[in-house]
């Protein structure tokens, strides 16, 4: 339902006397614009009725609120709203309206109250939650802060310390925590929510129970010479966890200002800051992903048949190595009963003790209970042959990467697998087409690409050939969200998406170090830029092997476009693989700490003379943002052609491929919002100027090319008719 048209609230008062307001904005009682202008005069006739005698605030259907409605920041942002600033409107109504009432409020809270929920429910004189109802400010996730006084409230709730950590981190607390914290007055069940909180107000009314203005309350906080100090720590951690990301040392500023100037002045400070930072880079950037994740599950010309996903009841993973294990622990973790299967007892053996050693990690973590470990670990079988699978729903092949063994093991899996199955293949490059080459069931053939460790990574490609039929497709969107994976559909090529936008990724920083860039230089420079690791030590992570297996098949499939570096393959001869063998770019101690080998310098040496390549001196005088242009305008350009190809369905896919699958910093918005915010133009030009330096590598691709003449942006929805997938 479109919060803009049907958002609202209701009043319904009582024979004794309390108004219950509840808020009705399906699915998750999102505030919009005019939910907050209902909620203000219902509230304004529940002050003005004589026969209410105080309010209690709920939402419908289970869910007090999710928080301000998101959709409508793309309007805030353009200016297209009437009201543009929803923190001094927040003001008006939550500080004036609510919480200077003459007449006490409850806020009900079941399932969330998060954001500018837990903001209005912060607002009222009490709150009663369920045991699970989660409450939490994840407003930062978005590049904003707490705009609805939630930096003021919530630390004189909790305290400065809690409120901090609660805001900083964006981790919501359950009911039962929060009631320890002194979030919430009280925590009873659902069936006994409404019925509290009303007498809870009736209490209040009657002096029975305190009647609390939370912006004014004094005893959670901190001495201010206290305060100062877990100020300056805040600041501290903050620069060094999340150095790019100057809208959380704002809210720590907003929260500071409360504390020296009072309540008031930070709120107004707080209004402020919100506008300004909802019209800033990040903000933009965290909006785009938040809508691109939401909008990868709507795939043209599939989603929109009409199609239910058929349950899946039992899978079978052939494979029980790094990746097969993972995927087991992700279904497993999700109530799927699985089949492992191996070549050999040895194998076998190793696979199920890797996937008990995940699913007890979870247990050490607190994220699981022994008892539904146990459980959890009884729906997993080992098998050596195919006989148990000839009731499985879907199969998931991660063997190694090798064609002819994939052909042969989906041949089999027609034979043993009933003929709804799905049969999906984990393969990181090789063309689908080929490895269903050796069977008539191509139809239900698909790639379910996942990335290591499989039980960890978010992301999840979905590989669709031409002949895939849309009921396997939506089976398998299903049992992604169900095993809670961002799933993104990709058409078959060498590398699907991900893969294609890694490889010249990799190939770039080659060619750097190659004419003379330090290798070391450029991981810093790209972890600066928010990668969680640099090209080399990345290459040292995944291993040289398996760099070579996938670089291979690039070489291969685009040679005009590859640049043939022998760098790896020299080190891999000598016995240097990455982390495994503790030798790569760099080496590694016994914790697996990293340290910078300048040893490497003689294989550089070797390989440039290899490439039949020189020094070229201007290396060493590239600034931070050629390195960073050098290196991810090739991935831009490859991106470019993925979209093109219709590998893509539309450009927001790639931008969640790019920060689920590459590690992409999430406040830059994703590879094409990134590109686009540099502009087409730009970017084609500086790659023009590099073909002509370092050749062919880094030429910019046609649809980039068309784009730029235009002066347009990279983004674009493809149409489906021209689609590849
Ligand atoms: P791995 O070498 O750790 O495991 C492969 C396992 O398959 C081995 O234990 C082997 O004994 C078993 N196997 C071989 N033939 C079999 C058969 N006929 N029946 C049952 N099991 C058989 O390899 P890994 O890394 O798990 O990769 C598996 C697949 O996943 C490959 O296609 C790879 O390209 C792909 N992949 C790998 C990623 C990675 O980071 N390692 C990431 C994404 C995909």
């Known amino acids: 339902m479109s919060s803009n048209t049907k958002g609202r609230t209701t009043i319904d008062v009582g024979a004794d006397g309390v108004a219950v307001i509840t808020i009705i904005n399906p699915p998750v009682n999102s505030l919009a614009l005019d939910v907050l202008y209902s909620l203000k005069e219902n509230y304004e006739q529940a002050l003005r009725r004589d026969d209410v005698k105080a309010i209690v605030v709920t939402g419908a259907n289970g869910k007090f609120s999710g928080g301000f409605d998101i959709s409508a920041f793309g309007k805030l942002q353009g200016g297209t709203v009437e009201s543009p600033k929803p923190g001094f409107i927040s003001v008006e109504i939550l500080t004036d309206t609510v919480e200077a009432a003459r007449k006490p409020s409850v806020a009900a809270i079941d399932g969330l109250a998060l954001g500018g929920g837990l903001e209005v429910a912060m607002a009222c004189h009490a709150r009663i939650s369920t045991p699970n109802a989660q409450l939490g400010l994840p407003e930062l996730q978005l590049g904003v802060l707490p705009g609805f006084g939630g930096t003021q409230r919530l630390p004189r709730l909790v305290g400065l310390a809690k409120s901090l950590e609660m805001i900083l981190t964006s981790k919501p607390v359950k009911g039962e925590e929060a009631v320890n914290l002194g979030l919430v007055d009280a925590v009873v069940p659902s069936n006994q929510l409404l019925g509290t909180a009303r007498k809870w107000a009736l209490d209040i009314l009657e002096c029975r129970k305190p009647w609390v203005a939370s912006l004014h309350k004094t005893d959670k906080i901190e001495p201010l010479g206290e305060a100062r100090e877990i100020f300056k720590f805040a600041r501290v951690q903050t620069r060094k966890q999340a150095p790019n990301l100057q809208h959380l040392l704002v809210v720590i500023d907003v929260i500071e200002e409360g504390i020296v100037s009072g309540p008031l002045a930070g709120l107004w400070k707080e209004a402020e800051a919100f506008q300004a930072l909802l019209h800033s880079d990040t903000c933009k950037a965290l909006v785009n992903v938040f809508f691109a994740q939401r909008a990868t599950t709507k795939v043209p010309g599939v989603t929109d048949l009409g199609l239910k996903p058929r349950r899946i009841k039992k899978v079978a993973i052939l494979g029980g190595g790094l990746m097969g294990s993972g995927i087991a622990t992700a279904l497993l973790r999700s109530g799927y009963p699985v089949i492992l299967k191996e070549v050999n007892d040895k194998f076998l053996q190793a696979g199920l003790g890797r996937v008990k050693a995940n699913l007890q990690s979870s247990v050490k973590k607190g994220k699981m209970s022994q008892e539904k470990f146990e459980k959890t670990l009884s729906l997993l079988k080992g098998a050596l042959d195919y ?339």
Not at 413 to 420: A, G, I, Q, R, V
Not at 483 to 493: E, F, L, R, S, Y
Not at 659 to 676: E, K, L, Q, S, V
Request: proline share 5%.
């Open 387 to 725: 006989e148990g699978f000839r009731d499985v729903d879907m199969v998931i092949e991660a063997v190694i990467e090798n064609v002819s063994l994939k052909q042969q093991v989906f041949a089999d899996l027609e034979k043993y697998c009933p003929s709804h199955c799905i049969l999906a293949s984990n393969t990181s490059t090789i063309d689908l087409n080929l490895i269903g080459e050796k069977t008539k069931s191509q139809d239900r053939i698909i790639g379910a690409h996942f990335f290591s460790p499989a039980h960890v990574m978010p992301l999840l490609e979905i590989v669709r050939t031409q002949k895939t039929s849309p009921q396997i497709i939506v089976d398998l969107l299903d049992v992604g969200k169900k095993i809670k994976k961002t799933p993104v559909v990709v058409g078959n090529c060498t590398g699907f998406a991900v893969n294609r936008m890694f490889f010249p990724y990799t190939q770039a920083a080659l060619l750097l170090v190659e004419r003379g860039a330090d290798v070391f230089r450029i991981d810093r420079i790209i972890t600066k830029f928010g990668m969680p690791m640099g090209p080399f030590r990345l290459c040292d992570l995944v291993g040289f092997g398996v760099a070579i297996a996938t670089g291979g098949q690039f070489v291969m499939n685009f040679p005009e476009r590859t640049y043939k570096s022998m760098l790896i393959p020299l080190m891999q001869e000598d016995k240097r693989a990455g982390e495994t063998t503790r030798k790569g770019f760099y080496v590694y101690d016994d914790r697996r700490k990293a340290s910078p080998d300048p040893e490497i310098k003689k294989y550089i040496e070797k390989a440039r003379e290899m490439s039949g390549v020189t020094i070229d001196h201007k290396m060493a005088k590239l600034s931070d943002k050629d390195i960073i242009e050098m290196i991810f305008f090739p991935v831009v350009n490859e991106a470019c052609r993925v979209l093109a190809e219709g590998i893509a369905v539309k450009s927001s896919d790639l931008d969640i491929s790019a920060i689920m699958g590459m590690g992409f910093p999430p406040y830059r918005g994703g590879i094409i919002f990134w590109a686009d915010t540099l502009g087409s133009k730009y970017i084609c030009s500086r790659l023009d100027e590099w073909s002509r330096m370092y050749g062919d590598f880094f030429k910019p691709c046609s649809y980039l090319a068309e784009r730029a003449a235009k002066g347009a942006p990279l983004s674009l929805t493809t149409d489906p008719a021209k689609s590849r997938l």
